[in-house]
């Protein structure tokens, strides 16, 4: 815009010194050969003059000649008498000459004559003499255009100098022009009063910030509303474009994935992750088929959902979701390991109850004997039906929908209850079980916890016989029980063979049984403490156990009222 | 041309990531084959020793495309000229793991395996393959001078190993047998680690373009 307003003013400032000064040349011009021709006119009659006088001889006085005149007396046939620049006798005849044939006529003529090759202008005044002879006064001057020559070199210096002072006074206005708009303040286009012919242009920027503001907006909204939603799920989202780079990513793709890379975007999947399963999957959902995986590393699964971006009948890309389904893993390992247990627990005593009735049917046994297979029969069918009613019972309690019914129970009515069937046990282990409390006890009321009474029952089974079954030879079980206003405690001490500090965590799984060696001299599912905590559990109580290897063991409940 | 050009040269790149992720797969699975006496494990080991081998036919070719085709200059002929050379390396490492798995099988039972340390070195070496790995993708100079150090680590597992294996062949000349293949195994693994300092290298090499003589330095230095 500066260049632009300089070129302009500068070709204006030029044209117009150019123009003015040709044209004050041409006027000045005029002026100047008008009198010139006024001037010889007037000479030509003061030399006629002279002439008439005293002949030819003035003529020849007056060398040398002032100015640029030139003298020449023509006879009245037009031979030349005297030229005052040529030898008169070689002169042609100037009889045709328009100026000499006019004054010959009428006493005055005159002419001009432009000379090329001299640049010259000459004008001519001519008159008659009373002799009859024509006495011709040229004067020469420099034609208009070698004037004009002549005159060019100032002429361009004063367009220099014009120029100069053009190019100046330009920059200084284009400044002052231009400084105003660069000094807008865009961001709030209306508030600037500049110059009235930016109105419209302001005003329709002020409209297209709102816009593009209101966009903003909407975007950054709508960017925090996916990132935060992305960013708070547990599963990890992957985007990535046809070339498997990555587009987009969440905070929990890179946890999942242990990605490699610090900057993630734009990064081939292949450098988050190099795990096979996840390679799979990402390059059959390229080629167009939805897949799922499941990834292992160091001990966490990570199940991996691949899914084509189809868009006009190509694949446009991939969407991953990476789930950390490591729980549920570990709970089918679980399940299955269960399983396995469960059916190799009843395998056996059906093994055995299937050999000894085959030993009777084969009539092999001995009749004496067959008393005694029969009783093994009975003792392993028993085992087969507490070893399927602690199954029952466990899978009762792993699904707790409230369907227990809930009443007020007396602890230590209930321990007494218990002791009293699993006296016999005791007795033949010569195990003595006693029954302590701790007399806080206001009423008879706070003794009593809600809870179910069958599966309490079963708990405080479990635990009593647990203690008689582990104990030595004449040893003792002491319960204990103490009720304070928010719970009420129950622990169970023995005198037992105690559980190792590294098996104490173990204790509580399905089928897990601390001296494997002992499994077959104890009799016992294996489940009894699984449902030990289950129960609790489902009280929404907690176990404590504390043991010392060969002094016995403590298991405290707490049980909340 | 240009973004053909550039796609090759992203494909190399993912090559080899994918080779030597099926490299980190030969290993664990020797190593799970070998400690785990897996027999699944040992058979994927030798499984996975024909495709690196795939992989290294198809990433030369790409490479001695783009050097015929595109006459690379500078830091991409670097790249690609260090291709080269780390999927050599690369391929020898799937070797050595497959025959860790072949030798693994004569291996089953055997109770030598737990006295030594070859579960460290495994470890060790993988862990050396990972980094040199992770360097090339992620250009990690720092990570692959790393790696290159941490070779030191393999070749000290290995020379306690080697002495270990002797003590035990002098108290129980029995156990000969087991000890010679647990000797081999540790060879190969130290190897791998060989290898995998050379993948390293051929890193360094890519981003700097400079050889060797670093190494060197840093053996003397350190």
């Known amino acids: 815009m500066k260049k632009r307003i300089l070129f302009f003013s500068c070709l204006l400032a030029g044209i117009s010194i150019v123009l003015t000064a040709i044209l004050i040349h041409f006027v000045v011009y005029r002026n100047l050969s008008e009198s010139q021709r006024v001037e010889v006119g007037k000479d030509a009659a003061y030399i006629a003059a002279a002439v008439e006088l005293s002949g030819e001889a003035y003529l020849k006085s ?131 009063a500049v110059y009235d012919e930016l109105a419209p242009l302001l005003s329709r920027m002020k409209k297209q910030n709102d816009t593009i503001a209101e966009q903003m907006r909407e975007i950054r909204r709508k960017q925090i509303e996916f990132s935060a939603i992305t960013d708070n799920m547990r599963e990890g989202l992957l985007v990535l474009d046809r070339d498997a780079r990555v587009l987009s990513c969440n905070a929990s793709a890179t946890a999942l994935l242990r990605a490699r890379v610090n900057d993630p975007i734009h990064r081939n999947a292949l450098e988050w992750s190099r795990s096979e399963p996840f390679y799979r999957a990402v390059t059959s959902a390229l080629d167009g088929a939805s897949s ?97 009613g602690d199954i029952v019972m466990l899978s009762k309690l792993d699904e707790d929908d409230g369907s227990h019914p809930r009443e007020a129970i007396d602890l230590k009515e209930l321990v007494e209850d218990v002791a009293a069937r699993l006296a016999e046990s005791a007795s033949k282990k010569s195990v003595t079980i006693a029954l302590s409390e701790e007399e806080s006890a206001e009423n008879a009321e706070i003794t009593k916890i809600r809870g179910v009474r069958r599966i309490l029952d079963e708990v405080v089974m479990n635990i009593l016989d647990n203690a008689i079954k582990y104990n030595v030879e004449g040893g003792s079980v002491t319960v204990f029980l103490e009720n304070t206003a928010s719970h009420a405690l129950l622990s169970v001490t023995d005198t037992g063979i105690g559980i190792p500090a590294d098996e104490q965590e173990r204790i509580f799984e399905r089928f897990y049984r601390v001296d494997k060696s002992r499994c077959s001299a104890v009799e016992g599912t294996g489940l009894g403490l699984s449902i030990v905590k289950h129960g609790v559990k489902l009280h929404g109580g907690e176990i404590e156990v504390k043991s010392t290897v060969g002094a016995g063991t403590t298991i405290t409940l707490k049980l909340p009222r | 041309m240009r973004e053909g050009y550039k796609k090759q040269l992203e494909a190399l790149h993912t090559g080899i990531i994918r080779m030597g992720a099926l490299c980190e797969d030969a290993i664990e699975c020797a190593a799970k084959g070998l400690i785990g006496e897996s027999r699944p494990y040992r058979e994927k080991a030798l499984k996975l020793k024909s495709g690196i081998e795939a992989s290294k036919h198809e990433i030369e070719e790409i490479c001695i495309r783009l050097l015929l085709r595109e006459q690379p200059v500078a830091s991409d002929l670097r790249q690609i000229t260090s291709a080269q050379m780390i999927v050599t390396d690369m391929e020898r490492i799937g070797d050595q793991a497959a025959n860790i798995a072949k030798i693994s099988s ?82 190969y693994l130290e190897r791998i680690g060989d290898h995998s300092a050379n993948i390293a290298e051929w890193v360094v090499y890519s981003i700097t373009g400079k050889r060797k003589r670093f190494q060197d330095d840093l053996r003397s230095g350190g």
């Open chain 2, 106 to 187: 004569y291996m089953v039972g055997s109770s030598v395996k737990s006295d030594i340390h070859i579960e460290d070195m495994s470890r060790a070496t993988l862990k050396m393959l990972s980094d040199s790995v992770d360097a090339f993708v992620a250009g990690d100079l720092a990570k692959a001078r790393s790696v290159i150090v941490y070779d030191d680590v393999v070749d000290d597992l290995f020379a306690r190993i080697r002495s270990g294996l002797i003590a035990i062949v002098s108290n129980d000349s029995a156990k000969g047998e087991a000890c010679f293949n647990l000797l081999m195994i540790s060879k």
């Open chain 1, 292 to 388: 799922e995986a499941l990834a292992e590393s160091e001990g966490k699964y990570i199940q991996i959902m691949a899914n084509p971006v189809v868009d006009a009948g190509s694949v446009q890309g991939v969407v991953v979701v990476l789930l950390d389904v490591t729980e549920r893993e570990n709970r089918e390992i679980l399940r299955r390991e269960f399983t396995a247990n469960v059916s190799h627990e009843l395998k056996t005593p059906l093994t055995a109850i299937s050999g000894y009735a085959e030993i009777i049917s084969n009539g092999v046994a001995k009749i004496e004997d067959v008393p005694v297979f029969a009783e093994k029969i009975c003792g392993e069918a028993q085992r087969l039906i507490s070893l399927i």
């Open chain 1, 62 to 192: 007056l060398e040398p000649l002032p100015r640029e005149l030139r003298i020449t007396l023509i006879r009245p046939d037009g031979s030349v008498i005297f030229d005052s620049e040529a030898d008169a006798a070689r002169m042609e005849n100037h009889r045709d000459r328009p100026e000499i044939k006019a004054a010959l006529e009428s006493g005055v003529g005159q002419g001009a004559h432009f000379s090329r090759t001299l640049s010259k202008q000459t004008f001519y005044h001519a008159m008659r003499l009373s002799d009859g002879s024509v006495l011709r006064v040229a004067s020469a001057t420099d034609s208009v255009f070698l004037s004009f020559l002549r005159l060019i070199f100032i002429t361009l210096a004063i367009v220099a100098s014009v120029f100069a002072v053009a190019a100046t006074i330009g920059t200084r206005v284009t400044r002052l022009i231009v400084e105003p708009i660069n000094r807008l303040n865009l961001d709030a286009p209306e508030e600037n």
